[in-house]
């Protein structure tokens, strides 16, 4: 029971880390990134290609994947999403489900439809033993990363400037702008560091979702949306806890009720939504 | 009781007649689609693919296009529909009209039913809620394989349409014409209930709810009449697609189906009902060019369009939809005050 | 005019005359299979062995030039039978070859039976496909073909605790009724039946149960494309220490990613109709030209079923000479038999299903990179779906 408790955690700990790029640029710039997967898939292959053709170790390659994807975020954001912020929820649908068709054959083309594995290194394959409780040792590096990164996060929102001014244009953005904020430069930075995030997580998730193969974004799409919409697009702590309920939710119903298994999380969050329509921890007054 | 008031509903009465009335390049357009199904039977399942995808579409425009609800799990109908159709054949009772009829039916009752759900919160809301619900008959759908066939798919014969016309192999014109006629008998039907004081409501409500409840209409019950009627349009569809080809499968509740319906709707452009059919006739035929030339990285292609059609086109296409939606709706006439 | 003139002549108007005749000695082929979604990579193998077939055979066959339609369905079953219709209709196909999935056959089946078209199924796995119309035979496999003989094996190395995990639709369904079946006939016990949802399933918790569970075996069917995720999540799990033993249907070995699935898939013990590593010199003769024509990529069982399928026809079409009416094809069909890359395979003239070897494999490393060994075969093996019911 403990077992499948700290796996829930575990596999929510990836969902909020790929899913929070997604609630900052829904939450801040109420851009609708379907694409958002495609920055996921990015880091996912950045880590399986270092490793399976240069060699270079798996936790030597994540900086990578983190940078890459982010990297790629700006340039797409310059030169696409820029155009689109004031435009209606469906154009930005449009434009970013074009993404993700483009990208999907691309990533086929090149690197062909074979998921590309990741072989961990020694010390994070096996598990600890316990009475009652099984800890993978992989499992538990993610739950240090992740949590790790959401602590990190969640001081710079506070702690910083930078976050403080983040947290005004989440709140109100013409009130931030009047104040002199540069929104615009703002946008570009949180696009970024949620693309990266983006990425990291998915060199992450590439070990435990059975390797990085270009159907990635469509096979998480659901997922992320799911994490943001529970949580509500406040941000990071909302996502944080979102993911934390759904991993927990979808693991637990696994185990227990497996002649149910995916309708679970589907039904947590049609009934959270139902409740609180806003998700868990909203905006106050959208 | 102001002395005005017989006048205005007069007007008001006059303007609506008017609307209603068809444009010449209307009734070019379905004489068109009506003669390309019968001289070019070759093209005739294309188009039937065309006319089906176009009336789902037209369905998803009655609730977003006209009551602002978006919905990114229209599927969940389109699949209510198909697997009522098919399971009503499968069981003994194929005849394709009571087959619509009903699935129409129970499609539009499970819109009314998840109405209030849809009307809830923030468009994102709206999105995962009916996302949500249509993975759920998803996976509803895969549980009870004894009703629907699970994996396998349900596989079925259809019956005589009005006992004379079969939609066999053969008989290719026959499965377009009946989706012609059915597509065209609802698309009429809802251009009447758009241009009635009902639908002009509606687009009130759409507009600005505070406003429309002001002025005394019952925004709630018109949203949910209104969804419930693009439920059950949607039911339809999908009934027409299970009879013309005889199969039903878990994949018409995927994510995939309701993210096309989305997209062509987006395409053709929403809020003039035709933006569907229009979506639907641009997207199958280039989907079936593209994948022709290149079966495995089509996709890319449309991507790159629907890139570009946002960002570089998308005004000069807008211009020309609009454009095109005045001459499909006759230009009101101003009226000296009386 | 010199006669030699006058010859070439004639000889040049006979040509222009007999041209458009050539026209009729054209045979469509259309392969329709799933090139974009879920199950993509079958249509990448499959489309290649049927190409690698018309490449070391030549596109002609008893005078007719063969031409090879490859049409992408999506996965979805009204496409399918659009593209099937049309191929028949608009270029005169006079056979169908193809359908990833058990609903995108079953689409078919119908247009097969009114146009008298063979439709030749060479990846739906489902046992009942080839009754839904006299037209259909199969050049791929019956999961009931693959999972009962390793009940048997099961019981023959006296494993009798077993807990079966298979993925939620039809193939999956028929592996767990079949192994189950053979295997409590003989005395053995099933602890428990898991089935796993189809799309993307994270194998965590359900193999949390099964090490719960603590049986002798775990049997497993995945769709091919799902074996390295559960092979490592296995692994992870400590499941591959733990004493129970991972035997399953060939699928979930699938040489497609066996090569990426590392140590902790070797030893497992499977069941299949195909290995990449059959000893035999079609096999390395067909491994070798594939490798080459395709980058280096391993065929697997998908690409063979293509690549036999193609071979199905071209005898068909030599025994009928060149006669494509239907019910002539399918009349040679039946009962044919040839050497297969996998090894000898008949088509049964009752069913029109494949017979085949079944091959009892362990992953083992071979020249450095993991291969499934054959180590016993259990011959000419008959649907048993269908002989059961005789």
């Known amino acids: 029971m403990l077992t499948i408790l700290f796996d829930g955690v575990a596999y929510g700990m990836l969902l909020f880390l790929l899913a929070c790029g997604l609630a900052v640029t829904l939450g801040l710039m109420n851009f609708v990134n379907l694409a958002h997967g495609v920055f996921a898939m990015g880091g996912g292959y950045v880590t399986a290609l270092l490793m399976n053709r240069a060699g270079i170790p798996f936790l030597a390659t994540l900086p990578f994947a983190f940078i890459v994807p982010a990297l790629v975020g700006i340039v797409v954001e310059r030169l696409l999403y820029r155009r689109l912020y004031g435009a209606s929820p469906l154009d930005q649908v449009l434009l970013t489900i074009g993404l993700v068709l483009m990208a999907i054959p691309a990533f086929d083309y090149f690197l062909t439809d074979q998921p590309q594995q990741i072989h961990l290194p020694a010390f994070l394959q096996g598990r600890f033993e316990l009475p009652g409780l099984t800890i993978g040792a992989y499992r538990l590096f993610l739950v240090v990363v992740c949590g790790l990164i959401a602590a990190t996060l969640q001081i710079f929102l506070v702690g910083t400037r930078f976050g403080a001014q983040l947290r005004a244009a989440v709140d109100d953005r013409r009130v931030a702008a009047g104040l002199g904020i540069d929104v615009g430069r703002l946008f570009a930075i949180a696009f970024a560091i949620g693309s990266g995030l983006a990425g990291l997580g998915g060199a992450l998730a590439a070990d ?77 007054g959208t | 009781m102001s002395g005005h008031e017989p006048a205005e509903a007069a007007r008001v ?78 069981r003994g009772l194929a005849d394709p009209t009571l087959g619509l009829v009903v699935a129409s039916l129970v499609a539009g009752l499970a819109g009314l039913v998840t109405a209030p759900l849809v009307l809830r ?215 000296a005050a009386p | ?103 995108l056959a079953l689409a078919v089946a119908p247009i097969a039976t009114e146009a008298k078209v063979p439709e030749i199924v060479t990846a739906a796995a489902t046992a009942m496909i080839t009754e839904k119309s006299p037209y259909i035979v199969r050049t791929s496999f019956t999961l009931p073909q693959a999972a009962a003989p390793m009940a048997q094996w099961c019981l023959k190395n006296a494993i009798h605790k077993v807990v079966t995990l298979v993925a939620d639709y039809g193939p999956g369904n028929d592996a767990e009724k079949w192994f189950g079946d053979v295997f409590e006939k003989g005395g053995g016990q099933i602890v428990e039946k898991i089935r796993t949802p189809l799309k993307a399933p994270d194998f965590a918790p359900f193999l949390q149960r099964v090490k719960d569970d603590a049986p002798e075996a775990l049997f497993v069917f995945l769709p091919s494309g799902q074996g390295a995720a559960f092979m490592k999540e296995f ?52 491994v070798a030209a594939f490798e080459k024509a395709n980058n280096g990529m391993r065929p697997n069982f998908m690409a063979v079923a293509a690549y036999d399928g193609m071979a199905l026809l071209y005898q068909a079409l030599d025994k009928t000479k060149g006669a494509t009416d239907g019910d002539a094809l399918i009349a040679a069909m039946r009962g044919m038999s040839w050497t297969s890359p996998r090894g000898p395979v008949s088509i049964d003239p009752d069913t029109r299903d494949i017979v085949q070897n079944i091959y009892v494999r362990k992953v083992e490393k071979v020249d450095g990179a993991l291969y499934n060994v054959e180590f016993d075969t259990i011959p000419a093996v008959k649907d048993p779906y269908k002989a059961a019911k005789n």
């Open chain 1, 208 to 284: 435990v979702v059975g390797g990085v193969d270009p159907n990635f974004p469509i096979k998480f799409l659901v997922s992320f949306l799911i994490v943001v919409a529970v949580g509500g697009s406040r941000g990071v702590a909302g996502a944080f806890f979102g993911a934390l309920l759904l991993g927990v939710l979808d693991v637990a119903g696994k185990y227990y009720v497996p002649s149910i298994g995916a309708f679970v999380i589907y039904a947590v969050m049609v009934t959270t939504l139902l409740i609180r329509p806003q998700g868990l921890f909203a905006k106050s």
């Open chain 2, 13 to 90: 009465a006059r303007h609506l007649l008017r609307r209603r009335r068809w444009r010449p390049l209307e009734i070019v357009a379905w004489t068109a689609t009506l003669a390309l199904i019968l001289l070019i039977p070759s093209r005739a399942l294309l188009i039937n693919e065309i006319l089906i995808l176009g009336l789902f579409a037209l369905s998803l425009d009655l609730a977003l296009g006209y009551a602002g609800l978006v919905s990114l799990g229209h599927a969940a109908f389109l699949g209510l529909g198909a697997y009522t159709a098919g399971i009503m054949a499968s």
């Open chain 2, 121 to 335: 919160g923030t468009d994102l809301t709206r999105l995962m809620v009916t996302l949500g619900v249509s993975l759920m008959l998803g996976e509803l759908a895969n549980r009870n394989s004894w009703l629907t066939g699970g994996a396998d798919g349900l596989d079925f014969t259809i019956g005589r349409v009005l006992g004379q016309f079969p939609i066999d192999f053969a008989g290719r014109r026959a499965a377009a014409l009946y989706s012609f006629v059915v597509v065209f008998a609802l698309f009429a039907l809802a251009r009447r209930v758009t241009r009635s004081s009902f639908g002009q409501s509606v687009q009130a409500i759409r507009q600005n709810r505070l406003r429309a409840g002001a002025l005394g209409v019952p925004a709630n019950r018109r949203l949910v009449a209104t969804y419930g009627l693009a439920a059950a349009y949607a039911g339809a569809a999908g009934a027409l697609l299970a009879q013309t080809t005889q199969i039903v499968s878990l994949d018409i509740f995927d994510f995939h189906r309701s993210a096309d319906v989305l997209l062509t709707l987006i395409i053709g452009g929403p809020g003039y009902l035709y933006g569907g059919l229009i979506g639907a006739a641009i997207f199958i035929g280039l989907r079936d060019a593209l994948a022709g030339a290149t079966p495995e990285y089509w996709e890319f292609w449309i991507g790159l369009m629907l890139v570009a059609l946002v960002t570089v086109c998308r005004e000069r296409i807008e211009t020309a939809l609009k454009r095109l939606a005045r001459r499909l709706r006759p230009a009101p006439r101003r009226e």
């Open chain 3, 1 to 103: 005019m010199t006669s030699n003139r006058r010859i070439s002549i004639l000889a040049a108007a006979a040509a222009l005359v007999a041209g458009p005749a050539f026209a009729d000695d054209v045979v469509t082929v259309g392969l329709i299979l799933p090139m974009t979604g879920q199950s993509a990579t079958t249509g990448k193998q499959e489309q290649a062995g049927a190409n690698l077939y018309i490449q070391l055979h030549g596109d002609t066959v008893a005078g007719k030039k063969i031409v090879l339609e490859v049409k992408d369905d999506t996965g979805a079953p009204d496409v399918t039978k659009r593209l099937a219709q049309d191929l028949i209709a608009n270029d005169g196909a006079k056979a169908l070859m193809g359908f990833g999935l058990t609903p």
């Open chain 3, 235 to 286: 692994a992870e799990r400590g499941l591959d220490k733990s004493g129970i033993r991972l035997i399953a249907t060939g699928d979930v070995t699938d040489d497609d990613q066996l090569a990426d699935m590392g140590d902790p898939a070797l030893g497992v013990v499977t069941t299949h109709h195909y290995s990449a590593a059959h000893d035999s010199s079609e096999n390395k003769a067909f």
